[in-house]
């Protein structure tokens, strides 16, 4: 209601900023069905956006989302309508300061909503009771994170379990037979199943009788065994497939997000950066020591199909460049090099590794095919890492994981922000990124070498 009413008043200010001077009253400008259909319209787009559904659940940042998606489809279903009906004859001028002005009030509004929510939330969320059948680690586990998370709406009552005298100092409610009875009297709706496999027949009677009652049953998976954190799940027909991470760059959308910036930007970079750069630096390394401008080294890329890397060379021509990589006071490095590995300038010709398909902008740093060997049959998960194109940067290198590679814990910490990116790609997370390394460029990073 808050919203519809700051569409009209929107409205209103729009159409006395269009017509100056002229008396509200004097509709001779506007059709009254239109500021019906404006209202319709809205309405609708809220209900396809759930912008209204768990206000008080939702967090903040979804909350956002919702809001920004809500103006741009309305938006687009007003042009669409403006564009094809013809009798919607409204000034262009109107229609435009009129969604300037809503913008800003819906805006203003939902972050004061938001703010006005901060203190108040618990109390205002409509807490369903529900109970737990299982009171093992699995259920604990569930009444912790539900308890921790208040924002999910949930208040556990208690547990059902068999084995009572397990479980004294917890609020064991009965046994696993006494449930239905209790939650029917206790208007109960809602019963979460952390029973083990092996008591099936037991979670097969519950979910029957739950169902007999109308009462909401919902079995809880110990998959604590196989997957640790970010479980996915999809159903096959009525068979549910468990995938042990989220993986976004998995939708073809999205890869075609990533594939478009990644061409666009290194097309940037290499007319308007390495246009200039290239031959600056080819006179500035083949004057300080003889060999190539580049150096090119196999790498390993995605799936783990080694590819040659483009790098500007930084170390004087040796035989030990694909088998021992760069340490500190190195002394192969010239002095072209260490400038260059200081500010990441060797790496921009990796721009072209991009443009061809061999790498992305950001991603997981490609290591030397002998140092994936050897980092695989030690670092847990090392692998997991080449699901993704590797990166002339990465989540990694701008948490400052970057440098020599050593088998010690920073190894374990590169692979751990590795998997952490796959599993939380967004194209946001990777203009942050980006301009972090553009930060450190400028800046400089102790562990640049």
């Known amino acids: ?54 206000i008080f659940v939702k967090d903040a940042i979804p909350t956002i989302k919702q809001a920004f998606g809500s103006l741009l489809l309305f938006a687009a279903i007003m042009g669409i309508l403006i564009y094809t009906i013809k009798d919607l004859n409204q000034s262009y001028q109107l229609l435009s300061v009129t969604f300037v002005v809503f913008s800003v009030l819906f805006l203003l509004g939902k972050i004061v909503f938001l703010l006005f929510r901060r203190s108040r939330r618990e109390s205002l969320i409509n807490y369903k009771k529900v109970v737990i059948v299982g009171a093992g680690p699995l259920g604990l586990a569930l009444k ?30 009965g046994k696993v037979g006494d449930c239905i009875e209790y939650v029917k009297g206790s208007n109960i709706r809602e019963i979460f199943c952390a029973l083990p496999d092996s008591s099936l027949t037991k979670i097969n009677t519950l979910m029957r009788e739950a169902d007999k009652e109308m009462i909401r049953f919902k079995l809880v998976p110990d998959v604590k065994h196989y997957f640790k954190k970010n479980v996915k799940v999809q159903v096959y027909g009525h068979i549910p497939i ?35 750069m290239l031959p600056l630096m080819a006179i500035l390394i083949r004057l300080e020591s003889k060999g190539p401008v580049f150096f090119k080294q196999l790498r390993s890329g995605k799936d783990n199909q080694p590819f040659y890397c483009l790098k500007f060379r930084s170390m004087r021509v040796n035989s030990d460049a ?20 200081k500010n990441s300038i060797d790496e921009l010709p990796q721009f072209f590794n991009v443009l061809i398909g061999e790498m992305s902008v950001v991603g997981p740093r490609p290591h030397m095919l002998q140092h ?30 970057r440098g020599e590679t050593k088998i010690d814990d920073s190894m374990v910490a590169r692979v751990e922000a590795d998997i952490w990116y796959l599993e939380n790609w967004s194209f946001l997370l990777d203009l942050k990124i980006v301009f972090l390394t553009a930060w450190q460029v400028f800046t400089g990073h102790e562990n640049a070498r």
Not at 144 to 173: A, Q, R, S
Not at 322 to 341: E, N, V
Request: overall charge negative; aromatic content about 16%.
């Open 372 to 401: 994936t060997a050897e980092y695989s049959a030690i670092v847990d998960q090392f692998m997991v890492r080449h699901f993704l194109l590797p990166g002339i940067t990465g989540w990694a290198q701008v948490k400052g994981f």
């Open 322 to 341: 694909d088998c021992k990589q760069a340490t500190k006071d190195d002394d192969r490095i010239t002095k072209i090099g260490a400038f260059m590995r």
């Open 1 to 54: 209601m808050i919203d519809l009413f700051l569409i009209n008043l929107a409205g209103y200010i729009g159409y006395m900023i269009t017509y100056q001077g002229v008396s509200f009253a004097d509709l001779q400008h506007i059709n009254l069905l239109n500021v019906l259909l404006v209202n319709f319209v809205w309405f609708n787009v809220t209900q396809l956006t759930r912008l209204y559904s768990d």
């Open 144 to 173: 912790k994170y539900m308890e921790f998370d208040t924002h999910l709406g949930y208040k556990v009552v208690g547990f059902f379990d068999d084995h009572i005298e397990d479980h004294k100092d917890f609020n064991i409610l």
């Open 242 to 276: 468990l995938s042990q991470r989220m993986e976004p760059l998995e939708i073809m959308m999205n890869q075609v997000v990533k594939r478009i910036f990644d061409v666009v930007f290194s097309i940037f970079i290499i007319v308007f950066v390495m246009s200039w």
